[in-house]
């Protein structure tokens, strides 16, 4: 059971990071033709293909919800 719930709380920082920058960064427009582009002056171009600060607040996400499962203090969150 523990690794179900280990599961749950790492995807559930990313979905919320996608909720916010869907919602509140990008407020609700994708760009397609930037999507599917390789260039490095598109939109979605990052560095070498990664999001650093997107990346970063993953992380943070997903250690403090691991930690909910792991400290017992933290369990009633």
Known sequence: MVIVNAIGTIIAPFFGIL???????????IDITDLFS???DGAYYYYKG???????AFA???IFSIATILVPMLTKL
Do not use: E, S, T
Not at 19 to 29: A, F, N, R, S, T
Not at 50 to 56: A, H, M, S
């Open 19 to 29: 909720g916010v920058d869907y919602y509140l960064i990008k407020p609700q427009h």
């Open 50 to 56: 990664w999001n650093i600060r997107g990346l970063i």
């Open 60 to 62: 943070i996400g997903a």
């Open 38 to 40: 390789d260039k490095p």
